[in-house]
């Protein structure tokens, strides 16, 4: 189905792969663990493995979440992953914003009520949109992984959004890069932007029932404001 602009009165955000540039932060660090093994296969650079890795790694890790929302484990092992990182050694956050976005989002603030919808944990969500000064654009309706008993796939934390904006969840565009974001906006009656400019592939993504697809989350105005009104570069 086309993606009906009429119907549309907030614009919902997923984080990782959506606003943030999260797989080429992942490659990159993926890339230094494998440059020790470079002597074995000197014709693959370890970036050229390490995306490799992480493209074939999304579509399982949707599913083992996926099941892990359905056997309602997803919050016993948020706490776990809670625990083990309280023993980790604390290192700097790398946070990379998909090129872009800042301008997308100013120009869509002006026409829709914007809000986050992230299975991140809220530290970690509230730290990146703090960074890039993005918090304003949200008004504080942001659904992190606490936010609702159940996260995402479940449509809980879009629901919840969908209240704090005052709209109905049918009346939501749910914008996000994986399988994950394009379930929990078809449970909660809204459409769905898929974009890939993150972890998700095209056939997956249409396969979930993606109302539309996009090379980057940046083209969305393109796609929902009149000419007019779009940022600069975007006519």
Not at 178 to 199: E, K, M, P, S
């Amino acid at each position: 189905m086309p993606l009906d602009t009429h119907r549309i009165q907030a614009v919902c955000f997923d984080i990782d792969g959506t606003l943030s540039d999260t797989d080429d932060v992942v490659v990159a660090r993926l890339a230094r663990w494998l440059r020790p093994l470079a002597r074995l296969r000197p014709a693959t650079a370890p970036e050229t493995l390490a995306r490799r890795l992480v493209m074939a790694s999304e579509t399982p890790l949707n599913e083992l979440y996926e099941a892990a929302d359905r056997l309602r484990l997803d919050a016993p092992l948020l706490r776990l992953a809670r625990a083990v990182r309280a023993f980790l050694p604390r290192r700097q956050p790398t946070y990379r914003l998909i090129p872009g976005v800042r301008a997308m989002l100013a120009a869509l603030a002006s026409h829709y009520r914007l809000a986050v919808v992230s299975a991140r944990p809220r530290p970690s969500s509230l730290g990146f949109l703090e960074h890039f000064g993005l918090l304003p654009y949200f008004g504080g309706c942001i659904a992190t992984a606490e936010t609702c008993e159940r996260t995402k796939p479940d449509p809980a934390p879009l629901r919840w959004a969908a209240r704090c904006l005052g709209v109905p969840p049918e009346a939501c565009l749910m914008v996000g890069d994986t399988t994950v974001d394009i379930r929990t906006g078809r449970a909660a009656g809204a459409q769905t932007v898929g974009v890939l400019c993150g972890f998700g592939e095209e056939a997956e993504l249409r396969r979930a029932g993606a109302d539309l697809l996009l090379p980057s989350t940046a083209d969305l105005a393109a796609h929902l404001l009149p000419p007019a009104v779009l940022p600069a570069g975007e006519h």
